[in-house]
């Protein structure tokens, strides 16, 4: 990482909740993935939430819980409602709050829907969000989100060949018990391989997707 000094994070003092990062990180994938239906419904999006790929930890969120959410996420200028004549609809306004360009956006939605990756986790599942030429280009925006204390490299765990990534939207202490749960699970037990993980995600979109299109031609028939 560059020796200059970072530029503190406006969530060093104020860290968004597991609910929040999880909100967030969704609506930035599916404006990526699934464009023709963003901005996103609650239900849509509550959907995302709770994909059982893709996703670490796995959540089981509800409406109102969700809404409340967004609703935090929206005084902090990094949502926003967009009121419809048949339903209202969430969109993220990070890359503005934050000023991100589009590849560091990505890899911080990576980074709060599946936890701490390497960089060729990263290059890897972010194939159909942002075309990254290689990991050095992700290694050179990553020590960029670095300096403004929004992503951090960690220390290497016992096992690990390779280094890690986290963003630091979140609780400290959440990503601590994260890493613990991670370091206790048996690697045999760790799910799919990325592969595998990548196809059902992309089924999972495509359900989602259509899910949507069904909501809006059941509103019209109203």
């Given at each position: 990482?560059?020796?200059?000094?970072?530029?503190?994070?406006?969530?060093?003092?104020?860290?968004?909740s597991?609910?929040?990062?999880?909100?967030?990180g969704?609506?930035?994938?599916?404006?990526?993935?699934?464009?023709e239906?963003?901005?996103?419904?609650?239900?849509?999006?509550?959907?995302?939430?709770?994909?059982?790929?893709?996703?670490e930890?796995?959540?089981?969120?509800?409406?109102?819980?969700?809404?409340?959410?967004?609703?935090?996420?929206?005084?902090?200028?990094?949502t926003?409602?967009?009121?419809?004549?048949?339903?209202?609809?969430?969109?993220?306004?990070?890359?503005?709050?934050?000023?991100?360009?589009?590849?560091?956006?990505i890899?911080?939605a990576?980074?709060?829907?599946?936890?701490?990756?390497?960089?060729?986790?990263?290059?890897?599942?972010?194939a159909?969000?942002?075309?990254?030429?290689?990991?050095?280009e992700?290694?050179?925006?990553?020590?960029?989100l670095?300096?403004?204390e929004?992503?951090?490299?960690?220390?290497?765990?016992?096992?690990?060949?390779?280094?890690?990534?986290?963003?630091?939207?979140?609780?400290?202490?959440?990503?601590?018990?994260?890493?613990?749960?991670?370091a206790?699970?048996?690697?045999?037990?760790?799910g799919?391989?990325?592969?595998?993980?990548?196809?059902?995600?992309a089924?999972?979109?495509?359900?989602?997707?259509?899910?949507?299109?069904?909501?809006?031609l059941?509103?019209?028939?109203?």
């Amino acid at each position: 990482m560059s020796e200059s000094s970072p530029t503190p994070s406006p969530f060093a003092d104020a860290p968004l909740s597991a609910v929040e990062v999880r909100a967030l990180g969704c609506l930035i994938e599916k404006q990526a993935t699934t464009p023709e239906s963003y901005p996103l419904t609650l239900n849509a999006l509550q959907l995302a939430c709770n994909q059982k790929t893709s996703r670490e930890p796995l959540m089981n969120l509800h409406p109102g819980e969700l809404a409340q959410a967004l609703r935090s996420l929206e005084q902090r200028g990094l949502t926003r409602l967009v009121m419809g004549s048949r339903a209202d609809r969430w969109e993220q306004r990070a890359d503005k709050q934050l000023e991100l360009v589009h590849a560091q956006l990505i890899l911080l939605a990576l980074l709060m829907l599946r936890g701490p990756q390497t960089l060729g986790e990263l290059f890897a599942r972010s194939a159909r969000l942002h075309a990254f030429d290689d990991q050095e280009e992700v290694r050179h925006h990553l020590e960029r989100l670095a300096m403004r204390e929004l992503a951090c490299q960690l220390p290497r765990q016992s096992g690990q060949r390779e280094e890690r990534y986290a963003h630091q939207l979140g609780d400290p202490a959440e990503l601590e018990s994260l890493l613990a749960a991670r370091a206790e699970e048996p690697a045999a037990s760790r799910g799919a391989s990325s592969a595998q993980e990548e196809r059902i995600a992309a089924l999972e979109e495509r359900l989602a997707e259509l899910e949507a299109r069904l909501a809006r031609l059941e509103a019209s028939a109203d």
